[in-house]
């Protein structure tokens, strides 16, 4: 068989962190396509987690066959990341981000089988799966395994990281639930029950101290070994694989429908648990009241602004600066999207979170809801534009080399604020990250330590 050019390794991370876990779940199983892809369904309906149908077919297309797609399932929430000192004690900690390393050494083994170079893997993810490319990135303190030569990350999403002694009190709440808790062992108790009553214990529960769940309960923990210390303190000192970068955010639909101040700083306190009234008043000093927005409180688009600089567009920023100092300023791409949809925008909510994906694998090969996609009419210029970045950085890793006729030169971030590229229909330029963003990812910077723990 003769070997294709490149290989793209899509971990579906395609997270749409929308729902509860903020992994897709199932079980570790790498699905494989070549003309055509068999993709993975979601299969713990109950919980709310997404429903990733990523076809990958219109994007091999579009590069003329000369890319291989890759996708693949693995476990989520308690199923993958059930946290305790009994786990570490008789088994693993953090087995979903596991499942998805055993996939990517699968391909390193296997792609050539399939016509890929495992040479020229990039690993692209959404949201949560952009989130876990991330820790990927510095899994055992940054050692580079030579999964993969580039990385696409989609408005990663960077939750709380927590010790296993702060998740103790979570896998109590689960035991209980499953009705092992007075089991002289625990984990033998869990291991005999059946799918039905794990599901039923895999409910968000608020942390210890709160009274509303948080929006994603079911996160990475510090194993010191997979995980060895907090996400941005990693990229900070430059503990990672060194790669191309293209990464970039779109927006979010998780906030709180706050109608006060007040409102804005519980929403983000029941989110982090670290957060203190203190921190809580200097964030809405932050984000005072905003522009009001359809079909919402007064202090919605405060929230969502807040809760999405801290969780999507601040990481972006911060692994931009991380890669152009630690690896190359050169080989950096960063985007902003902003291709407004008329339906989403009449019910306030702007640029959807992983509303690109569409975009990226066409119509109907996505979660999205396409009936009416405005990516079949007023939109639909924005589509090759999108596909073809996207094709031409997993063929060359660069942008450009491939991008679509009517797409401007997508130039590098840089040093300094950086540059990034505006993605809009019609109308996609660069543009200069301005210096208000760039002091409230200061900001959030600042308060890392206090978010991630």
Known sequence: MQRRSVTKLNLNLDGDADN???????????????????????????????????NGSTVVAASNHQIVFVNFNYRVSSWGFLASEKVRADGDLNVGLHDQRLALEWVQ??????????????????????????LHLTANGGRDGGLMRG???????????????????????????????????QLACLRSKDTATLQAANVPSPYPGRTVAATFP????????FIQDLPYKLFREGKFVKVPLMIGDEGTGFAADAATPQEVGSFLQDNFPRLTSTHATAINGQYPLMEALPQHEA?????????????????????????????????????????????LVAAGLGVSHTFET???????????????????????????????????????????????????EWEIFGKGRGKRILLETNTTRMENILEGQVKKCEFWEGLASTLEH
């Open 299 to 343: 202090f919605f688009p405060s929230a969502a602004a807040a809760y999405g600089d801290a969780v999507f567009s601040c990481p972006s920023h911060h692994l931009s600066h991380a890669f152009s100092a630690h690896n190359s300023p050169s080989s950096v791409w960063n985007y902003r999207y902003n291709v407004l949809q008329d339906d």
């Open 109 to 134: 083994e296997h792609i050539h089988q399939f016509g890929g170079d495992p040479e020229k893997v990039v690993v692209h993810g959404v949201s949560a799966g952009a989130g876990s490319l991330a």
């Open 358 to 408: 569409t975009a990226i694998f066409g119509v109907g090969n996505t979660d999205q809801v396409d009936e009416n996609s405005s990516y079949l009419s007023y939109n639909k210029n924005i589509v090759p534009i999108l596909m073809h970045y996207w094709i031409s950085f997993v063929r060359d890793l660069d942008p450009n080399s491939h991008r679509h006729e009517s797409a401007p």
């Open 151 to 185: 990385a696409i990350l989609e408005s990663p999403f960077f939750p709380t990281q927590p010790k296993v002694s702060d998740l103790e009190w979570q896998f109590d709440r689960f035991v209980n639930a499953t009705g092992c808790a007075g089991s002289t062992d």
């Open 218 to 225: 079911w996160t990475p923990t510090i194993d010191g070994d």
């Open 20 to 54: 509860n876990a903020s992994f897709n779940p199932s079980v570790s199983q790498v699905m494989q396509s070549f003309q055509h892809q068999l993709m993975p369904r979601t299969v713990f309906l109950s919980t709310g987690n997404f429903n990733a149908n990523y």
